[in-house]
């Protein structure tokens, strides 16, 4: 079914969100699961939105991620991305407008940047050197379209300068890089000098929901990006630098598998919506 994974794409929404303080704003994708919890979102409420149940962000009306927590900074995606970079755009200048030093981070994949609305998000941003992130995933597909036709320009970090601000290309399999990228352009926006665009290269793993087979993806392609996980890569960094060992990683895997299935079991004896409320929120008092 409409079943969206960030699978392989891990490290980009992490080392991201890792970046930011909780005032931040966030305007996340469909993919960016990672966005989600590390901002506080429990995986039962993920789980419950995939469910239909009541107990979900959108009390069952949204069976995927077309949700957020205001009150955990995330704004809702939206499916024609990249609506919402002008909202994570006029998210930053309300940031700057009430006199914070808050930032505003918006993702989009690589197809979506042929389109109007990013083209209007980045140019005002840079107008009003508005303190906003504007992270692009470039998976290789976009649905079903290589990225051969999407853009003539296959550096998207380079397509920043077109609009007057800092762009760089990072390795989206490197969740160490991914971040680092994302200080530099967090302490660029917060001090005043406004946005910038982040490229973090990956591929997407599986088709665009797990109802998409794929059959359009060469295999060879994905087989060569198989042997890069950003978790693994993630866990042996760690245990080069000392921080765990083979035994400490099996250990957080272990933990993580355990929670899922315990939030799953919650989940799965959580009530659906009552029918009767099918028109709340639907129309203003």
């Not at 960030?6 to 970046?19: C, L, Y």
């Not at 995927?64 to 927590?69: A, N, S």
């Not at 302490?187 to 997407?204: F, K, N, Q, W, Y």
Request: aromatic fraction near 8%.
């Amino acid at each position: 079914g409409s079943l969206y994974t960030g699978h392989w794409q891990e490290a980009i929404a992490v080392g991201t969100a890792a970046a930011l303080r909780p005032a931040d704003k966030l305007a996340p994708l469909h993919r960016d699961l990672g966005v989600h919890l590390w901002r506080g979102m429990e995986p039962w409420q993920v789980m419950a939105s995939f469910m239909g149940k009541a107990t979900s962000p959108t009390g069952g009306r949204d069976g995927t991620l077309h949700y957020g927590r205001l009150d955990l900074g995330i704004i809702n995606p939206v499916s024609h991305i990249p609506n919402n970079l002008p909202v994570a755009t006029g998210a930053a200048f309300a940031l700057r407008y009430r006199g914070t030093d808050g930032v505003a981070m918006a993702y989009c994949g690589d197809g979506s940047t042929g389109r109007g609305d990013f083209h209007e998000a980045l140019n005002i941003a840079a107008v009003q050197r508005l303190p906003c992130i504007f992270v692009v995933e470039n998976n290789q597909y976009s649905y079903s379209t290589p990225l051969a036709l999407t853009t003539a320009a296959h550096d998207f970090a380079s397509k920043a300068a077109g609009y007057g601000m800092p762009g760089e290309r990072v390795d989206g399999i490197d969740v160490f890089a991914v971040h680092a990228a994302a200080v530099r352009a967090v302490a660029h926006a917060r001090s005043g000098d406004g946005p910038s665009l982040i490229e973090a290269v990956t591929m997407r793993m599986h088709g665009h929901a797990e109802h998409d087979s794929a059959d359009y993806v060469p295999r060879e392609l994905l087989e060569e990006w198989a042997k890069r996980d950003p978790v693994q890569e993630c866990a042996a960094r760690l245990i080069e630098l000392g921080f765990l060992d083979q035994d400490g990683v099996a250990a957080v895997l272990a933990k993580a598998r355990a929670t899922a299935l315990e939030q799953r079991a919650k989940v799965l004896s959580m009530p659906m919506p009552d029918p009767s409320t099918v028109e709340d929120g639907v129309y203003a008092d």
